[in-house]
């Protein structure tokens, strides 16, 4: 038994996104379902659409930025309610054992975390993702959307906002440090809120000039375009950390050379082609290049408090279900603001 729900599919790599109706499971003891009210397009969902990092599950229906209502509850959930305002991620399921589930690092479980969608959950079924009416997910990769924060502007902090808000911690954005934030998108644009809300002083490295009024209304104190490059000498020996949220290859030295001694760059943009540097430009002076890889459930919780606390959202663009092959588009050619959020109540209606 199961429930039919309306969707949004790839129905093959690099196929147009079409409508369609999928199932979710009956609710299990620790299940809670979710009337999903809007769900953001991030650009991993290109990503795998198009199987930019290898073979992907079709039909896919794509979506980790789940932003909704409890609609019912599993017969042993007891921390969630119907009418509670919840979110889901990039993970729906982990072993729970491992050292790293123990840890709260359930996106490096050892079994593999399941992914909200292109995943093969422990039952050998495969996921599928918010671009949907309704999910149904374990309780314990459900988060709380705090009063406060609306559900549409919520729905991205659930990737992007746990993807920068993750490593901006890690690496210490805080007062004192100079923090640099390469591509002005989805993840971006939560970087830069992020960042100043954590105390950094914050540069925007864009393309182009074209967003800098908006990357100084977010709070960025400079904002530079990385096609002049002026801007690398400029900008020589600058800052303390670069988060890298850019979707395609980049030339890695010439970044390397705007870190401090000491500085580190950290890579969350996941382009399919390979990365290279030169081992000098991390030699001479103690650098650093590193990843960093979403979020764990409680750091999740953790970030949307603190946006709650800081009065941050995403700036949003509300789609309906038919212009998602348009939107797809626009985020491809780096003509989104920042984040396209799908009013997932058009779909199938
Ligand atoms: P997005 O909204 O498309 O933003 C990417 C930005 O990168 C663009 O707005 C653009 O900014 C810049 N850019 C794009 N093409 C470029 C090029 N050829 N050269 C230089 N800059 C370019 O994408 P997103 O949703 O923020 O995702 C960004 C990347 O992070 C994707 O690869 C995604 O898969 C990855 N991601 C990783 C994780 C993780 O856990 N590590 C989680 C989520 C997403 P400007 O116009 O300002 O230059
Ligand atoms: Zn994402």
């Known amino acids: 038994m199961s429930t039919t729900t309306h969707a949004i599919a790839a129905p093959a790599p690099g196929a147009p996104l079409e409508q369609t109706t999928i199932q979710r499971r009956d609710l299990r003891p620790d299940d809670v379902l979710i009337d999903i009210a809007y769900a953001g397009i991030c650009h991993s969902d290109i990503h795998q659409a198009q199987e930019d990092w290898g073979t992907a599950i079709f039909p896919m229906v794509p979506g980790h930025e789940i932003a909704g209502v409890v609609a019912a509850v599993g017969s042993n959930v007891t921390r969630y309610q119907v009418g509670d305002r919840v ?3 990039c993970m729906v399921d982990s072993c729970g054992e491992c050292e790293y589930c123990l840890a709260g690092t359930e996106q490096f479980c050892v079994k593999g975390n399941v992914q909200t969608y292109n995943g093969v959950g422990f039952d050998g079924e495969n996921t599928y993702g918010g671009y949907s009416r309704q999910i149904v997910v374990k309780d314990a990769f459900v988060c709380r959307i705090p009063e406060g924060i609306e559900l549409d502007v919520a729905a991205p902090l659930l990737c992007a906002g746990i993807t920068t808000y993750s490593p901006l911690r890690q690496w ?3 007062p004192g440090k100079k923090v640099a934030v390469v591509g002005l998108g989805g993840l971006g644009h939560m970087a830069v809120k992020l960042a100043v809300a954590m ?6 490295l864009s393309q182009s000039l074209k967003k800098q009024e908006d990357g100084k209304r977010l709070g960025a104190t ?8 002026s801007t690398f000498d400029v900008l020589r020996g600058r800052f303390d950390l670069i988060l890298n949220t850019v979707s395609a290859k980049l030339p890695v030295d010439a970044y390397l050379g705007l870190l401090r001694v000491g500085g580190a760059m950290v890579n969350v943009g996941a382009p399919g082609e390979p ?4 081992a000098f430009s991390l030699i001479g002076g103690n650098k650093t290049l590193a990843g ?3 979020g764990g459930i409680a750091e999740t919780q953790e970030m949307l408090d603190f946006c709650a606390e800081h009065g941050i959202g995403a700036e949003i663009e509300t789609i309906s279900a038919d212009q998602v092959n348009t939107a797809y588009e626009r985020v491809a050619n780096s003509d989104v603001r920042y984040r396209f959020v799908i009013d997932t109540a058009t779909i199938g209606s």
């Open 172 to 174: 210490g954005a805080g």
């Open 222 to 229: 400079h904002y530079y375009a990385t096609g002049d490059e």
């Open 275 to 278: 990365l290279s540097y030169n």
């Open 292 to 294: 960093s890889m979403i």
């Open 199 to 204: 105390g950094a002083e914050v540069t925007v």
């Open 87 to 89: 979110g889901v991620g």
